[in-house]
């Protein structure tokens, strides 16, 4: 069943029924100022941190699921509605509401009378718009109570939600004319404030939550809007609120609109009041007069909108298959940025109080959002080296506001050092910019420590070479990618982290996967120091990568199959002597990739076992069979009901890796087979199984042993998005950046026989036409003329080449 349906022309998922299965979200901001909205206006917005700097409240774990947004309530002669249905819930006429590119548009109708609300961030400014305008299409004059509300949240988010003692006491606002400022805590230690405001003038307002909603009623009966008036109250501690409130004579055919915006404000340190008490709003009113008129907003939403067709234009498929080329063309890319903007902090299943910036998650983003903004890369592979350890270790995680590593979590997830070394080349592959490993880049944030970021490189691999266990292969630390294999952890506390417990310090749990990834990226970056000319360095990486390599052919593979890993007591972990888990998805994705044992057959029949034992309707399941019990020396996999999670459901992030796998051993069936199972786009007819947003990726989908098998949760912020754009794009599509230039190497299934790419690289727009026969020959064509190899030579005076394949 479906909820809406694709506007590609638009680039906008149009929601045309409100009872989704779930909250369908979308993302606004860019560059500090971040917003999510539901398709019933759900969510909250904060500036660059959704723990440290929290604008709006909302409330996981609320009754109704999704409550608390931005609200606007209309009263038309006593039938009370809001345009996104909540939280009123009054049966609408028409309901749309279209989830673009960084906006939202909800167009709404109830007894004639129209409701437009438009709501983005504007490129450059930190604030929200919400234009409404209503429309009377009746014949009589109406007579509409508007009320529009959002609720301030003090900040640190954590604290908003624990620390009631203190909190009912701070809470401050300011009230000037049309607009609320929020300003608890701004006397004391901070220097920034928010504001409610509107472009007209109200009728009345209110600024105390309990006061405006009655202490015994909610958001679906407030006192004000039931009553139609406003109580003007200025709050005082408890919960400060900003609401206005308008009554509008509507003539048939007239529309009014009112333009609403929650702006954010820092004030430098000398210049935070005008008095005693009174804060300086010169920059706030900048911010009001900007989007003061329906032309001003027009002009910022315009330009949004060039902004990502833009951006978007740097990658275009036209195939004759329309569900990949919109995800590759639109949904794939946008939700790549937004992982790249959010890492795995604020979504409907992340609070954005937990998790800052992973190491490995945003290494992993900078691969599928590269291409879209390389500048913006080169900043963030800085911020998450400077987390890193001298030894080449590396703290889990860092806070966006603060840049620091997360102490909490700490490190020793051993496979985090490599993945730099996988945004790095990516980097310098799109680019052809080798200075980035000269950028002076401190460790564990230091000052004085600053070292050229090559040396960072060097620190990941030697972190590998020199903690192997008793096989040769890496040890896994607390976890590796699997952050639920625990094999140091032996756990027996309820409710201790399984990822930083380490109760059990073998020294011995190896990991099969970080072997893989070692011979990867360990040749990848050999290759980089050949390329700049450092070859006996290169000559010695490729040894520990051989050496490493040849353990795994040894002791990593089972037969059909690669080990997944090696547990505290040197037993396998995913091989058939095992009851539970015999086979785990990871190690057969990435050391195909690497190409370990390939003159053995090692890859074909690994994927060969993925696709007879781990593939169900919706992909590729992550380990079989489930863990039916705890098995302590396993952690926190086996804590997972059967079919969930990493026991067992189709983990979205790795399926990428299978299809890669595929194209990397010529299995171009298999290889987009793999991609279809869990394209969101192919799931729209089923969403109702489903149930996250068809547009987007989740992080996982209910495995065959699971009592809700196909439903996905954990949808938008997932390694899934780069991974899948890197699969769609670099092999199925085959346009891989190289050091020397563009490389074409398409792996497309017979049912993709034409595509036309537009590729910018390095500047040079690239029109590329496949054509597949399927004939399993190749060959390049640039004016009429064959081209030998596969890889285009970069010419940076050329502004446009044209180049065919035939396959
Ligand atoms: C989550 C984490 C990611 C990890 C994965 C598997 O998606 O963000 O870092 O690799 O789970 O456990
Ligand atoms: C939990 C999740 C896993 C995630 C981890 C992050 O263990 O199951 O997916 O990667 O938390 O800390």
């Avoid at 800085?382 to 889990?396: M, N, P, R, V």
Wanted: charge should be negative; include cysteine; aromatic fraction near 12%.
């Amino acid at each position: 069943m479906k909820y809406g349906h694709f506007d590609d022309k638009e680039y906008e998922y149009v929601i045309t029924n409100y009872n989704t299965p779930l909250p369908w979200i979308n993302y606004y901001g860019q560059d500090g100022f971040f917003s999510l909205m539901s398709n019933t206006c759900g969510g909250y917005m904060f500036y660059k941190d959704a723990k440290l700097r929290r604008i709006t409240r909302f409330r996981y774990n609320n009754v109704p699921r999704d409550y608390g947004g931005r609200y606007y309530y209309i009263n038309d002669n006593g039938t009370i509605w809001n345009p996104g249905f909540l939280p009123m819930k009054t049966k609408l006429d028409s309901y749309k509401c279209r989830h673009g590119l960084g906006y939202s548009i909800f167009e709404s109708e109830k007894n004639n009378l129209k409701a437009e609300l438009l709501c983005f961030v504007p490129l450059k400014d930190l604030c929200e718009i919400n234009q409404l305008t209503l429309t009377n299409n009746s014949k009589e004059t109406k007579k509409v109570t508007l009320h529009g509300v959002i609720e301030f949240c003090l900040w640190n988010a954590v604290d908003d939600q624990t620390n009631f003692q203190r909190n009912w006491n701070i809470g401050e606002v300011e009230i000037d004319d049309t607009t609320i400022y929020h300003k608890t805590e701004y006397r004391e230690r901070r220097n920034h404030y928010a504001f409610y405001h509107t472009n007209i003038k109200h009728d009345g307002y209110d600024s105390d939550l309990d006061t405006f909603i009655g202490l015994y009623n909610s958001w679906c009966d407030p006192s004000a809007v039931l009553n139609k008036t406003s109580y003007n109250t200025k709050a005082s501690g408890w919960a400060p609120i900003a609401s206005h409130m308008f009554n509008l004579e509507i003539k048939p055919g007239e529309s009014k609109t009112v333009i609403f915006q929650t702006g954010y404000v820092e004030n430098d340190e000398d210049k935070k009041f005008e008095k005693l008490h009174v804060i300086n709003k010169e920059k706030a009113y900048e911010l009001q007069n900007k989007y003061a008129t329906k032309e001003q907003v027009l002009k910022a939403f315009n330009e949004l909108k060039t902004k990502w067709v833009d951006l978007l234009s740097t990658l275009n498929v036209k195939s004759d298959n329309e569900k990949f080329d919109r995800m590759v063309n639109i949904w794939n890319q946008y939700q790549c940025m937004v992982t790249f903007n959010m890492s795995r902090s604020a979504s409907y299943y992340e609070s954005g109080t937990g998790r800052g910036m992973g190491f490995r998650d945003s290494c992993q983003d900078l691969l599928g959002f590269l291409h879209l903004i390389p500048e913006k890369s080169r900043e963030r592979i800085k911020d998450i080296a400077s987390i890193q350890f001298e030894d080449g270790s590396t703290y889990h995680q860092y806070q966006p506001l603060t840049k620091r590593g997360n102490a909490d979590i700490g490190g020793g997830f051993n496979d985090d050092p490599l993945w730099l070394i996988a945004a790095v080349s990516q980097y310098i592959k799109e680019t052809g910019d080798y200075t980035i490993l000269n950028d002076p880049t401190p460790f564990n944030n230091k000052e004085g420590s600053e070292k050229p970021l090559i040396d960072h490189l060097r620190a990941s691999l030697n972190y590998i070479i020199t903690h192997k266990g008793p096989h040769g292969l890496p040890l896994i630390g607390r976890a590796d990618w699997n952050d639920c294999l625990n094999l140091n952890c032996f756990s027996k506390t309820p409710g201790e982290s399984f990822q930083t417990a380490s109760n059990f310090e073998s020294g011995k749990a190896e990991s099969v996967f970080i072997a893989g990834m070692f011979v990867l990226y360990g040749k990848e970056f050999a290759t980089i120091l050949k390329n700049i000319g450092n070859t006996d360095e290169a000559a010695n990486i490729l040894k520990e990568v051989k050496s490493v390599e040849d353990a795994t052919v040894k002791y990593g593979w089972d037969g059909e199959w690669f080990v997944r890993a090696y547990d505290a007591f040197e037993h396998k972990v995913g091989s058939h002597e095992c009851e539970d888990g015999q086979i785990f998805v990871e190690p057969q994705g990435f050391c195909t990739m690497a190409r370990i044992g390939e003159d053995l057959g090692y890859g074909k029949k690994a994927l060969d076992s993925v696709e007879k034992i781990l593939t169900n309707d919706y992909g590729v399941e992550i380990l079989h069979p489930c863990y039916k019990e705890y098995h302590i020396e396993l952690g926190e996999v086996s804590s997972y009901p059967m079919g969930y999670k990493e026991n067992g459901s189709v983990f979205c992030h790795n399926n990428p890796w299978i299809v890669i796998a595929n194209t990397v051993i010529g299995n171009n069936e298999r290889a987009f087979d793999v991609y279809r199972r869990n394209c969101p786009a192919y799931l729209e007819e089923v969403s109702e199984i489903h149930k996250t947003e068809p547009y987007i990726y989740s992080q996982t989908i209910a495995g065959r042993d699971a009592k809700n098998y196909g439903e996905a949760k954990n949808s938008w912020l997932t390694g899934t998005a780069s991974w899948t754009m890197y699969a769609a794009s670099q092999a199925i599509l085959g346009i891989k950046p190289d050091y020397d230039g563009l490389m074409i190497d398409p792996h497309l299934p017979k049912e993709i026989k034409h595509a036309k790419v537009t590729r910018v690289f390095r500047g040079v727009k690239y029109n590329i036409t496949i054509t597949n026969n399927a004939s399993g020959k190749y060959l390049m064509t640039i004016d009429n003329k064959a081209i030998d190899g596969k890889v285009i030579p970069y010419n940076k005076d050329l502004t446009e080449v044209d180049v065919n394949i035939a396959l």
